[in-house]
């Protein structure tokens, strides 16, 4: 049996695909560490008990994971969720730390047996700024059973419509499409009484989303919810699901909708399309395409329990999927070395 070790920052992302993996397969016997200080991180890189290193990041544990297969000649595989970190997307960084984040990267990457991408869209964009030689495009398994555990009824005749988005107000492009989706339903809400929106989300944007709405029409019948920690509830409570975004390289909190059954409505950009994939519709992020789409969702039932049943086929295979793939990128590599 060969061992992989997954250093991983997201913590929900190696628990997932080490359970996954070894609840299919006999030939890996995977093992976590996330979010230790660095000297244990060091330490367990060192013990030279591993076949492969997984890294999801590279400044950090992909540096260690690197100088690792150096000295030891254990392969690495990094696996890269988005780009905003590596090419100063948001000019959140200065020149020196910009000039040192670059370097490392190209380090990491020019040392790598494969670099997973969890997008085509982070795919691309990695490829405007480096050298990117053997990758794969492979999603991330998420806590399935978790998001189902939400114990209200779905669809719950209270005479109410939920429409749901959860984000994160922390960045501006998240917070535009919060205000893009209040746009699209203001026809919605004239016309359909039953209709509510529902945002939960904390972050710096959240206190421009109450100011947002102090002029809005319909603010009696939007709730903001802020930061949740039971999601699976909030989830369990929607009878939708809508998010509009002009970040997101992979957004899970799509699939964590379908994992709970929902219709959902994505917007057609960046990374947003491939999360939602069959199990969903997919609008433009416009007031008259959100208004459409949402009026579609509203007025045919059938629809609904044909997107619902979508999500929740989708992610009964999902995680095994994406532990598979991951699996033989994993064999690859290690056939290779």
């Known amino acids: 049996m060969k061992r992989v070790l997954l250093l991983h920052t997201n913590k929900e992302y190696a628990l997932s695909l080490a359970e996954a993996v070894e609840s299919q397969t006999t030939e890996y016997e995977v093992d976590v560490v996330t979010r230790v200080p660095i000297h244990n991180r060091i330490k367990s890189l060192s013990l030279g008990e591993y076949d492969l290193v997984q890294a999801d990041e590279l400044l950090v544990n992909g540096v260690l994971a690197c100088g690792s297969s150096v000295i030891s000649g254990t392969p690495f595989v990094v696996s890269i969720r988005g780009w905003a970190d590596y090419t100063n997307a948001h000019g959140q960084y200065g020149r020196l730390r910009d000039v040192s984040i670059r370097l490392r990267t190209k380090f990491v990457l020019r040392y790598a047996s494969k670099a997973i ?105 939007v709730d903001v919810l802020g930061f949740r920690s039971d999601i699976p509830q909030v989830l369990a409570r929607a009878d939708a699901f809508i998010y509009l975004s002009y970040l997101d390289a992979y957004p899970t909190v799509v699939l964590e909708a379908q994992a709970a059954g929902l219709p959902v409505i994505g917007s057609d950009t960046v990374g947003v399309p491939e999360v939602v994939g069959d199990a969903g519709i997919l609008c433009q992020p416009t007031p008259s395409s959100v208004s459409d789409t949402v009026t579609q969702l509203l007025e045919n039932e059938t629809l609904r329990t044909e997107l619902a049943e979508k999500s929740r086929k989708k992610m009964e295979t999902y995680n095994q999927s994406c532990a598979e793939r991951h699996a033989e990128v994993w064999s690859d590599v290690l056939d290779y070395s």
């Open 117 to 221: 991408f969890l997008s085509n869209e982070t795919l691309h964009e990695f490829e405007q700024r480096y050298r990117v030689n053997e990758t794969a495009v492979i999603g991330r398994p998420i806590d399935v059973e978790y998001y189902q555990s939400g114990t209200e009824n779905l669809f719950a005749d209270d005479g109410k419509f939920n429409l749901l988005t959860v984000t994160n107000l922390r960045y501006k492009e998240k917070f535009d499409g919060v205000k893009d989706t209040l746009e699209g339903l203001r026809k919605p809400f004239k016309r359909h009484e039953k209709l509510r929106y529902q945002v939960a989300g904390d972050g710096k944007y959240l206190s421009q989303l109450k100011q947002f709405l102090a002029e809005y029409p319909y603010s009696d019948r």
